[in-house]
């Protein structure tokens, strides 16, 4: 849904001086710019993200393997979900959407990093952040199953793929592609409304569940112990997105990065969850934990998230 992957400038840094967090100056110009407290010196003519992340590129292909076998046969593998009829429907829902969306655009916004382009960083780092979301919620949101192993590969593999390839300086770098032109303070805002929004979602349910007589009750036809929605995003995402907001305001090579990668992941993830909420309800009609009626507020807000997505992407130096 989002792969768009430009064929930008090769990250290709020349020279020995030192370079810092940049604040939106193109590659070949050096600066005395704010930092986020380190210097970075500058690589030699390799491109960076080959020089400094080729690992990167080793786990994530392996990921792609493995996530294609995985969600694969958690789609077609009938009797292999043994959950509620609309957890075990929206975990299909998952699993096609991985397939059909994620691992493309992983692919091809890898292909487009070896070349060089920054949006393609951008991409890979989205992609690689709904795979960490939903490994969690299968392995976390579903009955233990004969993938179990392969659920476990996808989390391990993400994860280490996330750390491999922001290693080296790697944000910094990518920093010095920002063009001044970045709106920084309407992206940071958009990402601190949804970071809001979600979180007061969440604790209008919680809240009360957690002072009632059966706390439990919000877990009702889900058949699981704990939702890991809930522990996912109170605990990482959405601190995490207020953190880069504040990053992003202040021109720091992290906001950027991070920022980047969660306006890519939140509209295919946004995509997937819409996909997931059609699958369930059609399992399980009567349901409470899934609503066909969401699939299309759902839906509009990916499509709504294209635009600050877009305007990040753009103001990438091409």
């Not at 590659?27 to 993200?49: C, F, H, I």
């Not at 890898?110 to 795979?131: F, H, K, Y």
């Not at 992290?254 to 939140?266: R, S």
Request: proline letters at 5%; glycine letters at 12%; charged letters at 10%.
């Amino acid at each position: 849904m989002a792969a768009v992957v430009a064929g930008g400038t090769p990250l290709t840094c020349r020279g020995e001086e030192m370079t810092t967090v940049g604040t939106g100056h193109r590659p070949g110009r050096t600066s005395d710019v704010r930092t986020a407290g380190l210097t970075q010196p500058r690589a030699g003519n390799s491109p960076p993200l080959l020089h400094l992340a080729g690992a990167a590129y080793w786990l994530s292909g392996c990921l792609l393997l493995v996530t294609c076998v995985a969600a694969g046969l958690t789609f077609f593998w009938d009797g292999l979900l043994t959950g509620p009829a609309a957890m075990n429907g929206s975990a299909r829902g998952t699993a096609l959407m991985l397939l059909l969306m994620t691992v493309p655009v992983m692919g091809i916004a890898m292909a487009g990093t070896a070349r060089g382009s920054a949006q393609g960083l951008v991409l890979w780092l989205g992609a690689l952040g709904v795979v960490v979301y939903n490994a969690q919620m299968l392995l976390y949101g579903t009955p233990f199953n004969q993938l179990f192993l392969l659920y476990v590969a996808m989390l391990a593999l993400s994860l280490w793929s996330i750390g491999t390839l922001l290693v080296g300086g790697t944000a910094v770098r990518m920093s010095t592609y920002v063009d001044d032109a970045m709106p920084v303070r309407f992206l940071a805002g958009y990402v601190w409304v949804i970071a809001a929004m979600n979180a007061m979602l969440w604790l209008r349910t919680i809240l009360p569940a957690v002072v009632s007589d059966r706390p439990a009750s919000v877990l009702d036809g889900t058949g699981i112990a704990t939702n890991p929605v809930f522990v996912q995003d109170l605990a990482l995402w959405l601190p995490l997105a207020a953190v880069a907001g504040v990053w992003l305001v202040r021109r720091a090579a992290w906001g950027y990065t991070v920022v980047g990668g969660l306006l890519a992941m939140w509209v295919m993830e946004g995509a997937t969850i819409a996909v997931d909420q059609w699958f369930g309800s059609q399992a399980d009609p009567s349901s409470s934990v899934v609503a066909a009626s969401m699939v299309l507020p759902l839906g509009a807000l990916a499509v709504v998230g294209l635009v600050p997505l877009f305007l990040f992407l753009r103001n990438l130096s091409r």
